[in-house]
Nanobody, 123 residues
């Protein structure tokens, strides 16, 4: 079981940037694909980005492609979400998540979740 601790959320102006971090516990970090999801206005947990075990494969929602970048640092047991050119519609609670081995864009495939961090983008 992975323990995930998120940080980096907060208020930001439209057009600005934030870098979210998710620190994972344990020595098996490289066995897990990681993802970022956000809680939308209708309370769904929508896919944002995902990264494979070794970082060679990444996936993005169309709404964030070209603006957000997911990455991971195995030595630090941390996954990042770099968010640039932020828009008010990016306002959400952002969650990181982990699942064994295989990358996925579906929230139901992830069993390990962080607590969530609020991102608020003002116009």
């Amino acid at each position: 079981q992975m323990q995930l601790v998120e940080s980096g959320g907060g208020p930001v102006q439209a057009g600005g940037s934030l870098r979210l971090s998710c620190a994972a516990s344990g020595r098996t970090f490289s066995s897990y694909a990681m993802g970022w999801f956000r809680q939308g206005p209708v309370n769904e947990r929508a896919f944002v980005a995902a990264i494979s075990r070794f970082g060679g494969d990444t996936r993005y929602a169309d709404s964030v492609k070209g603006r957000f970048t997911i990455s991971r640092d195995t030595a630090k047991n941390t996954v990042y979400l770099q968010m640039d050119s932020l828009k008010p519609e990016d306002t959400a609670v952002y969650h990181c998540a982990a699942r064994p081995y295989l990358i996925s864009t579906r929230s139901g495939d992830y069993a390990n979740w962080g607590q969530g961090t609020q991102v608020t983008v003002s116009s």
